[in-house]
T-cell receptor, first 114, second 111 residues
């Protein structure tokens, strides 16, 4: 069964450094998402992306965050100047279309900011 | 923002027992989804519900979309050790809005 893949599985970065998290969505999916899960807490929406544009973003997704689809397969989340509170699991998801179509999640990248 | 209240927060059950967990909201949702998360992995979709009153099964799992559109439950029958994990409800409260997650129910199965 097709799946969303994410790399790296674990990223350790010094505070203030830039980090790029990578995702390969399911190949026939058109909508892409990033979510964050702080340890022990619920999954929180960050941003949705369609047709090379951000569709919607949450309050968490401030100016230090950006997303990009640099080629036909990858979808990236960049955090420009990391803070300690950015430490979390970051999940990528994709869906065939918008609205109520089920979103399928990758296994996540654990980001640790030192 | 919209919130989902999920209960119970955690459960300890004996292998073979049935389990029930639920999710409620003060607002109407038009889609309810149930995900399971194993340690170190991403949420895996179990069941998706699209219509009020809809009852859907996936093996030993059964979920229902409440008639009021403000709640959903997930039942697991005859639990086994591999059912251990965190179960999240999630939903869209209108057409293209982001997916909102509950805080999860941590299930432990004692063999």
């Amino acid at each position: 069964e097709p799946e969303v893949t994410q790399t790296p599985s674990h990223q350790v970065t010094q505070m203030g450094q830039e980090v790029i998290l990578r995702c390969v969505p399911i190949s026939n999916h058109l909508y892409f998402y990033w979510y964050r899960q702080i340890l022990g807490q619920k999954v929180e929406f960050l941003v949705s992306f369609y047709n090379n544009e951000i569709s919607e973003k949450s309050e968490i997704f401030d100016d230090q965050f950006s997303v990009e689809r640099p080629d036909g397969s990858n979808f990236t989340l960049k955090i420009r100047s990391t803070k300690l509170e950015d430490s979390a699991m970051y999940f990528c998801a994709s869906s065939v279309s918008a609205g109520n179509q089920p979103q399928h999640f990758g296994d996540g990248t654990r980001l640790s900011i030192l | 923002g919209q919130q989902l209240n999920q209960s119970p927060q955690s459960m300890f059950i004996q292998e073979g027992e049935d389990v029930s967990m639920n999710c409620t909201s003060s607002s109407i949702f038009n889609t309810w989804l149930w995900y399971k998360q194993d340690p170190g992995e991403g949420p895996v979709l179990l069941i998706a519900l699209y219509k009020a009153g809809e009852l859907t099964s996936n093996g030993r799992l059964t979920a229902q979309f409440g008639i009021t559109r403000k709640d959903s439950f997930l039942n697991i029958s005859a639990s086994i050790p591999s059912d251990v994990g965190i179960y999240f409800c999630a939903g869209h409260y209108s057409g293209n809005t982001p997916l909102v997650f509950g805080k999860g129910t941590r299930l432990s199965v004692i063999a």
